[in-house]
């Protein structure tokens, strides 16, 4: 297993679903930007293959140059691994108030882990990693990472505390969009207590007004380019009162 290449300083080195990029079968997409002298990593994998997580940063050359990994929210596919990631190579962890909350104390009732168990999403032997955060973010939290600038869009809907993050990277801008937008403009709208459909409309409209080139979700299709169109249908869908096509009732 080796990182999928996307762009010059992009690659994806974790995924549930990519064949290039295989984790576990449990993971979300986690992408790495390379920012010269530093490197970040946007989300952590559930942490049921950590092991082969860091094979795949090493293969890109930039494991000892990762200084930071972003988490987009709480949900263990995203967040899970992260606690395996910063023992092992000392990165600093950063997250929203709401995602920290869960992740200090290996929450998985906020993380939502216990029902996403009980409901056959996780193997029944996961539990759900204790992690400290070094980094509470908030909306428009911004980061310098070698030649990389980052700034955090909050975007709650899936869940609260759902941060996208848009990187830029070589005069290129890709969105980070974890569990909140995917590709042809679907959502995940699930019947979690902290799902907030209404939250979520809004978060699509203020999405949709980003200038961005690729749009890099959670799961799922990427898009390179033409990220705009994918954000767009999903906000001029809910402007019409009418919820997105949702990616969990696909898989
Ligand atoms: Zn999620």
Do not use: K
Not at 50 to 68: K, N, Q, V, Y
Not at 71 to 80: C, E, K, L, Y
Request: net charge negative; glycine share 12%; hydrophobic share 40%.
């Amino acid at each position: 297993m080796s990182a999928r290449r996307l762009a010059e300083s992009v690659w994806m080195v974790g995924s549930g679903t990519d064949p290039a990029a295989l984790t576990s079968p449990y993971d979300c997409h986690v992408y790495l930007f390379d920012g010269g002298t530093e490197a970040l990593l946007v989300d952590a994998g559930t942490g049921l293959a950590t092991d082969r997580l860091l094979a795949a940063i090493a293969g890109t050359g930039c494991r000892g140059r990762l200084t930071h990994v972003l988490i987009t929210h709480s949900h263990a596919d995203h967040a899970g691994g992260a606690a395996g990631l910063r023992e092992a190579t000392g990165v600093r962890v950063c997250a929203s108030a709401e995602t920290a909350a869960a992740l200090r104390d290996g929450d998985e009732h906020r993380s939502q882990v216990a029902a996403a168990r009980a409901a056959g999403i996780y193997p029944a032997g996961y539990r759900y990693p204790a992690c400290p955060v070094d980094e509470v973010a908030g909306d428009r939290t911004t980061w310098t990472v070698g030649s990389l600038t980052v700034t955090a869009h909050a975007s709650p809907g899936h869940c609260d505390g759902h941060l996208c993050f848009l990187v830029e990277h070589a005069g290129r801008r890709a969105l980070c969009t974890g569990d909140a937008i995917f590709h042809g403009g679907r959502v995940s709208i699930q019947p979690i207590p902290d799902c907030r459909p209404y939250a979520y409309a809004r978060t699509a409209e203020r999405l949709a007004e980003l200038d961005v080139d690729a749009l890099l979700p959670g799961h799922g299709d990427i898009a390179l380019d033409g990220a705009a169109a994918h954000l767009t249908a999903a906000a001029d869908s809910f402007r019409r009162l009418v919820t997105p096509p949702n990616i969990v009732a696909e898989g």
